[in-house]
């Protein structure tokens, strides 16, 4: 292994942020509540979750915003709770992209170095690289009012870039950009950091967008980290029935549990009488009551799959055609509402409102949590 790789791997390893029994309140009221985090060095780290979450708040507390209530934070060991904002070499990309607007592009990006006091010389190769990093070579004499909104926030993030901090967080960066520039600034963003290996701790409440970029995501739900886990296990091992819920689609129902297997999974009849087997690996022994979780595209719908050991019956109440995918809503384990996505394939089958119809889902694509 070569010493390079060494390298990579001990700084993968080491905390560049460290968030350390941090708490936030405004008097009664406890935004965050005893967060412990470590934001690791060259990782994409996303803060996720609704409105009044606490994720804003966390990202403001590191970027010297905000007070913290009790706690320490530490920047690459060393302790920062007392650091004022511009002292702690943090960049910083907003929603509104917070550009001079009586500046061209150039001063734009320039400012930061000019209040380091770095020298002219390298301001003027510094700014035409980060031009050319977020490709918009030859837009330095332009103002903000004369750019496109994902040019202004490219601009945003290479003002973010050019003074090397060691870490960047960003606040929502393309909620106000529409769906398409959105996307693309998604792949933008992360390819820039895939080059650089900057420090990125992102904050967004949009949770495709989060699996799209992040190496990690933290979801917070009432000040708190419900999970911190890569997009994958987020999406596939769900902790909660939060996360399960906030992080993509889900039918949810109860049911009482029957039995429990060695295996992590267990038995769970549903009210309408059907009984499914279910991971429940996060379910204490001793609960009865539980909420089972199966996400629409993991269903098959007809004739029952072999591997398929899960069925219920349903009724179909109506179908929604989607290009790629076709949404059934079906009236089944006594919800008018379960939804299933059935990719658009050419077919002599078609899904009727009003027929009946057997719903079938592997053990391993129903997961249970206490209710």
């Known amino acids: 292994m070569s010493p390079a790789t060494l390298s990579k791997q001990s700084d993968a390893a080491t905390p560049l942020v460290r968030f350390i029994g941090v708490q936030k309140s405004y008097g009664a009221i406890n935004v965050v509540r005893d967060l412990n985090l470590d934001v690791f060095k060259g990782e994409f780290l996303t803060l996720l979750g609704p409105s009044g979450s606490g994720k804003t708040t966390t990202l403001m507390m590191l970027a010297g915003f905000q007070d913290i209530s009790a706690g320490e934070i530490l920047l690459d060991g060393q302790p920062i709770t007392q650091v004022p904002a511009h002292d702690r070499g943090i960049g910083m990309v907003f929603q509104s992209y917070a550009l001079f607007p009586h500046m061209t592009v150039a001063q734009n990006l320039a400012f930061p170095l000019e209040v380091r006091n770095v020298g002219k010389s390298a ?5 035409k690289a980060a031009l050319d990093l977020v490709e918009l070579s030859g837009f330095g004499e332009r103002r903000p009012a004369q750019l496109s909104g994902g040019q202004q926030q490219r601009v945003a993030l290479a003002r973010a870039l050019i003074f090397e901090p060691q870490v960047v967080l960003m606040d929502e960066p393309l909620g106000a950009l529409d769906k398409h520039l959105r996307e693309q600034m998604q792949y933008e963003i992360k390819a820039l950091h895939d080059r650089l290996g900057t420090t990125v701790v992102y904050v ?12 990690r995501i933290a979801v917070f739900n009432g000040g708190v980290i419900q999970q911190l886990a890569t997009p994958k296990e987020l999406y596939e091992r769900p902790a909660t029935a939060f996360v399960a ?3 993509g689609e889900n039918n949810v129902f109860t049911g009482e549990v029957v039995e429990t297997g060695k295996d992590g999974t267990c038995s769970v009849r549903l009210g309408s009488g059907e009984v499914l087997r279910a991971i429940c690996d996060t379910v204490p022994a001793q609960a009865k009551k539980v909420a089972l979780s199966v996400r629409p595209e993991r269903i098959s719908l007809g004739q029952c799959s072999s591997t398929k050991a899960n069925r219920i019956a349903g009724k179909v109440v109506d179908t929604i ?12 384990a006594g919800s008018d509402n379960f939804i299933a996505k059935i990719v658009n394939q050419r077919s002599e089958v078609t899904i009727e409102p ?3 119809i057997d719903i079938f889902c592997d053990p391993e694509d129903c997961r249970a949590f206490p209710a």
């Open 245 to 247: 819920q906030f992080i």
């Open 321 to 332: 055609y989607h290009g790629d995918h076709i949404r059934v809503k079906i009236d089944a």
């Open 204 to 215: 967004t409440h949009d949770q495709s967008e989060a699996l799209t970029m992040s190496d």
């Open 354 to 356: 009003g027929s009946n």
């Open 123 to 127: 301001i003027s190769t510094r700014v």
